[in-house]
């Protein structure tokens, strides 16, 4: 009897570490156990979150480290100042906060599956989000207007476009995305008793058919409608300039200048709508989503979509170093630290470079 009872006690303290395991994973575990109204949390092994865990760790580094560079390099040399470099900059800032706050943020949600940072934090945090992808959505609408303005009416560009109105135009897109957000979340009522139906450890807003409707206007169709229909625009001219430039092409110099120029113009066009390409298409799905909560939609779908979707900030500053010369020039200078040489940010970026 007494050997009997050993072997059990054997079992149970180690002998037999597969049973323990089993025993103990059979078990519900609860995100907050010593609370009622927990949510259950979700079971991965050591392996899984060791990998999720690593692969948040470097998409974080990753995106903060490339915006990082995008945001030295605009900010340092005075002749990367252009109206259209400061819009990139802006949404450059927007996407160093998702590597900075939201991807570590999010990946500690998702790994643990639970919401360990409280109440008020999950609103800020909501509010945060939103912030971030309404403020990059409304840069690509001003980018969007400026690459318009700069192909379509070329002429009136310097006069129209400036660095102060741009500069404004960046403040006032930050400061409406900011109250919009705020009276989002509060509007939806999050931080009022009524909304705390939700288990104790999860982090979600509901939100009202009304705010819904107001959302679908003013974060979907209404940005989406001007960039698809400024970017249309901009490659019809572009077409059109091209064949009115090669059916007078003679050999006369101010043609060939303007032919280089309507090229530049293009370019810059063509980068920027690749940015606003791949902006869309991680955006669009995860928002159509999230907004209609569809059942069919299986977490596991939405969890890769929510990662698309974040991963989006770490590319394009590989879409500038691939297109843009005046990048991959700058990034050596930061790099080789000789932006701390005098007068360093005086240098004609531009000089080996055509983009």
């Given amino acids: 009897m007494k050997g009997q009872k050993g072997e059990q006690n054997k079992l149970l303290t180690g002998g037999d570490s597969l049973m323990a395991y089993e025993t103990e994973d059979q078990e519900t575990q609860y995100c907050f156990p010593a609370i009622n109204s927990s949510c259950v949390k979700g079971k991965r092994s050591k392996h899984e979150y060791n990998i999720f865990y690593l692969f948040v760790l470097l998409l974080s580094a990753w995106t903060v480290f490339l915006n990082l560079l995008v945001i030295i390099s605009i900010s340092h040399f005075k002749k990367l100042h252009t109206p259209t470099n400061l819009l990139i900059l802006s949404l450059a800032v927007a996407d160093l906060f998702v590597g900075l706050i939201v991807i570590p943020t999010e990946g500690i949600k998702q790994i643990e599956t639970c919401w360990y940072f409280g109440d008020t934090y999950c609103g800020l945090f909501v509010i945060i989000v939103r912030l971030l992808l309404s403020t990059s959505l409304s840069n690509l609408v001003l980018i969007a207007v400026d690459r ?208």
């Avoid at 090669?246 to 370019?267: A, D, L, M, P, Y």
């Fill in 148 to 355: 318009y303005m700069a192909v379509c009416y070329s002429l009136q560009y310097p006069q129209r476009i400036t660095k102060t109105k741009t500069v404004i135009s960046i403040c006032l897109c930050w400061f409406c995305c900011s109250v919009y957000n705020i009276w989002y979340v509060i509007g939806n009522g999050y931080f009022s008793i009524s909304n705390k139906t939700l288990c104790y450890g999860q982090c979600m807003v509901l939100i009202t058919p009304t705010w819904r409707f107001i959302d679908l206007i003013f974060s979907f169709l209404f940005p989406c409608t001007v960039i698809i229909t400024a970017y249309v625009r901009i490659f019809y001219v572009v077409q059109k300039q091209v064949k009115v430039i090669n059916s007078q092409i003679n050999g006369v110099k101010c043609v060939v200048e303007v032919s280089i120029k309507r090229k530049s113009e293009s370019k810059a066009a063509l980068t920027l709508g690749i940015i606003v390409t791949a902006y869309l298409l991680c955006w669009i799905p995860f928002y159509i989503c999230s907004l209609t909560k569809i059942t069919t939609i299986t977490s596991t779908t939405m969890t890769l979509l929510v990662w698309t979707f974040h991963l989006n900030s770490g590319l394009n500053p590989i879409v500038y170093a691939l297109f843009y010369r005046w990048f991959k020039i700058s990034i050596k200078h930061i790099v080789t630290l000789r932006i701390f040489q005098p007068a360093s940010s005086l240098m004609d970026i531009f000089t080996d470079s055509h983009s």
